[in-house]
């Protein structure tokens, strides 16, 4: 019957892909039309970014609740799956439920809220930190991600106990959320950067979905067993974030008249690590699948990780915000050398990350079909440059600073007084707008 099905029409990504369309389409509409709602609001309650013009490029008060929206778009889409008989690919003649893991809505919503409450009152970065560690414990809790640490123990061939391979299953997924929350968190600091980067990325987990579901529809035909129970999950999650990102987008990208705020780029952050985490219950491919993931994730990793050596090696608190990120290097570039005004430069910017984000998708997207070693090699080689080049750059900063504090010591105290001073940050509320200085929650609520 399968190889009938299979033979009047041929498997293919649209074919895969196709039956779940709704889904988009619904995030799309429902995004679309609340990110306003949730505009007007933030913007009557007085949960904005105040005009500044000496730091900020824009003229009017911007709204933080561009999280919720997104939230509300997705979790709508996700819905469906609980309503509407969808047909999947492994059974071309017949629609189900999709049995979508409760425990990534719960985490999702913990998530949102956490971001939601930073955005409308401020909160410390552990309780946030708190937030992401029930999210993760959630997603445990449905072993969603547990059998990456099983696979890898089968791979080296090690025996492991059950508990051992849960327990570091365990942290796994905790280093997992944190790492991918705070990476879109770090992220977004320009109009439309985090939003659109997140949306690349998406694009490239649904191509990688569409290959392991092609996979499974060739193994299902020549009489193996499959468990497609993960193929449709994973597909209707990357539509659902894909359809509420994209509404969001237009009323994000510079000029931005609304910024998702915490609620928003954690969201994002732990649904992409969610997803990435669904890719490893896709039987023995798993470890690969992670890896290809992870470098169509590469651009928000990368530039967490000279955040984090860059203030490392200042001895600063990583959670003290900077204007060192590579969106900050691209727009001082845009600025200085080709002479590019605000909006123009903003702009530059945003559009050079998304080309480099796209890159990172369609080279995960390349190496999903090669065997593990390889695309370990090659995210070892990626992330080893990645790591020297932060060693580097940090270095270089600390070098320059000790420089210019002792040319300050010599010089008379009143010359050149604002040498150091910041450069104005350009579309967005900070240059890190998820810190507690660009969430002070008594600013927004005066007059």
Same mark, same amino acid.
């Given at each position: 019957?399968?190889?009938?099905?299979?033979?009047?029409?041929?498997?293919?990504?649209?074919?895969?892909?196709?039956?779940?369309?709704?889904?988009?389409f619904?995030?799309?509409?429902?995004?679309?039309?609340?990110?306003?709602?949730?505009r007007?609001?933030?913007?009557?309650?007085?949960?904005?970014?105040?005009?500044?013009?000496?730091?900020?490029?824009?003229?009017?008060?911007?709204?933080?609740?561009?999280?919720?929206?997104?939230?509300?778009?997705?979790?709508?889409?996700?819905?469906?799956?609980?309503?509407?008989?969808?047909?999947?690919?492994?059974?071309?003649q017949?629609?189900?439920?999709?049995?979508?893991?409760?425990?990534?809505?719960?985490?999702?919503?913990?998530?949102?809220?956490?971001?939601?409450?930073?955005?409308?009152?401020?909160?410390?970065?552990?309780?946030?930190?708190?937030g992401?560690?029930?999210?993760?414990?959630?997603?445990?809790?449905?072993?969603?991600?547990?059998?990456?640490?099983?696979?890898?123990?089968?791979?080296?061939?090690?025996?492991?106990?059950?508990?051992?391979?849960?327990?570091?299953?365990?942290?796994?997924?905790?280093?997992?959320?944190?790492?991918?929350?705070?990476?879109?968190?770090?992220?977004?600091?320009?109009?439309?950067?985090?939003?659109?980067?997140?949306?690349?990325?998406?694009?490239?987990? @649904?191509?990688? $979905? =569409?290959?392991?579901? &092609?996979?499974?529809i060739?193994? +299902?035909?020549?009489?193996? #067993? !499959?468990?497609?129970?993960?193929?449709?999950?994973?597909?209707?999650?990357?539509?659902?974030?894909?359809?509420?990102?994209?509404?969001?987008?237009?009323?994000?990208?510079?000029?931005?008249?609304?910024?998702?705020?915490?609620?928003?780029?954690?969201?994002?952050?732990?649904?992409?690590?969610?997803?990435?985490?669904?890719?490893?219950?896709?039987?023995?491919?798993?470890?690969?699948?992670?890896?290809?993931?992870?470098?169509?994730?590469?651009?928000?990793?990368?530039?967490?990780?000279?955040?984090?050596?860059?203030?490392?090696?200042?001895?600063?608190?990583?959670?003290?915000?900077?204007?060192?990120?590579?969106h900050?290097? @691209?727009?001082? $570039? =845009?600025?200085?050398? &080709?002479?590019?005004?605000?909006? +123009?430069s903003?702009?530059f #910017? !945003?559009?050079?990350?998304?080309?480099?984000?796209?890159?990172?998708?369609?080279?995960?997207?390349?190496?999903?079909?090669?065997?593990?070693?390889?695309?370990?090699?090659?995210?070892?080689?990626?992330?080893?440059?990645?790591?020297?080049?932060?060693?580097?750059?940090?270095?270089?900063?600390?070098?320059?600073e000790?420089?210019?504090?002792?040319?300050?010591?010599?010089?008379p105290?009143?010359?050149?007084?604002?040498?150091?001073?910041?450069?104005?940050?350009?579309?967005?509320?900070?240059?890190?707008?998820?810190?507690?200085?660009?969430?002070?929650?008594?600013?927004r609520?005066t007059?």
């Open positions: 019957m399968i190889l009938a099905s299979l033979a009047a029409n041929p498997p293919s990504a649209s074919r895969v892909i196709s039956p779940y369309m709704a889904v988009f619904v995030a799309f509409a429902v995004a679309i039309v609340m990110t306003p709602v949730m007007w609001l933030a913007i009557r309650n007085g949960i904005v970014d105040w005009p500044n013009l000496k730091h900020k490029s824009h003229i009017e008060p911007v709204a933080y609740l561009g999280g919720v929206a997104i939230f509300l778009a997705w979790i709508a889409a996700i819905s469906l799956c609980y309503f509407v008989y969808f047909g999947g690919p492994h059974t071309p017949a629609a189900v439920h999709i049995r979508f893991p409760f425990s990534i809505i719960v985490g999702a919503a913990v998530i949102t809220l956490t971001g939601l409450i930073d955005d409308v009152y401020g909160i410390s970065p552990r309780v946030k930190i708190g992401q560690f029930f999210a993760a414990a959630m997603l445990a809790m449905n072993r969603v991600g547990i059998n990456l640490v099983d696979q890898l123990f089968k791979i080296i061939k090690v025996p492991a106990p059950d508990w051992l391979i849960y327990t570091l299953g365990a942290v796994v997924i905790a280093v997992f959320v944190i790492g991918g929350c705070n990476s879109v968190n770090l992220l977004d600091g320009l109009d439309g950067l985090a939003s659109g980067v997140v949306a690349i990325a998406v694009m490239g987990f @649904l191509a990688i $979905a =569409a290959f392991v579901a &092609l996979g499974s060739e193994a +299902a035909a020549q009489g193996k #067993a !499959v468990d497609p129970t993960y193929d449709a999950v994973r597909i209707v999650m990357c539509l659902a974030i894909l359809g509420a990102v994209l509404g969001f987008l237009p009323y994000n990208f510079n000029p931005a008249n609304i910024f998702m705020g915490d609620a928003g780029a954690l969201l994002l952050g732990y649904l992409s690590v969610a997803t990435i985490l669904l890719f490893a219950e896709a039987g023995g491919q798993g470890p690969r699948l992670v890896t290809a993931a992870l470098i169509v994730f590469a651009l928000p990793i990368t530039d967490t990780a000279l955040a984090i050596f860059r203030r490392t090696m200042r001895r600063q608190s990583i959670f003290k915000p900077d204007s060192q990120h590579l900050h290097q @691209l727009l001082s $570039a =845009a600025r200085r050398s &080709l002479r590019l005004g605000p909006n +123009a903003v702009k #910017a !945003v559009l050079i990350m998304y080309a480099l984000a796209a890159i990172f998708a369609v080279l995960g997207g390349a190496l999903v079909s090669e065997r593990w070693r390889y695309m370990a090699a090659f995210f070892v080689v990626i992330f080893g440059f990645v790591i020297v080049s932060a060693y580097k750059a940090g270095h270089r900063q600390v070098l320059l000790k420089i210019r504090k002792s040319a300050h010591a010599q010089a105290a009143d010359t050149d007084a604002g040498a150091d001073a910041p450069l104005p940050d350009q579309g967005q509320a900070s240059a890190e707008p998820k810190s507690a200085s660009s969430h002070d929650a008594s600013a609520h007059a």
